[in-house]
């Protein structure tokens, strides 16, 4: 089996979930990256 890369939009999905984890300590849901981000 093939390994790939994450496609552009599951990485910086990926690079907001864990820069607000950095941030806040605390565990980031869907709800609270969609209201900051959009």
Known sequence: ???KGLD???ELIL???T???I???EPVG???IA???N
């Open 15 to 17: 690079k907001v979930v």
């Open 30 to 32: 869907s709800r609270t």
């Open 35 to 37: 209201r900051k981000y």
């Open 23 to 25: 941030e806040s300590a």
């Open 8 to 10: 552009p939009r599951k």
């Open 19 to 21: 820069d607000d984890y």
């Open 1 to 3: 089996m093939s390994q």
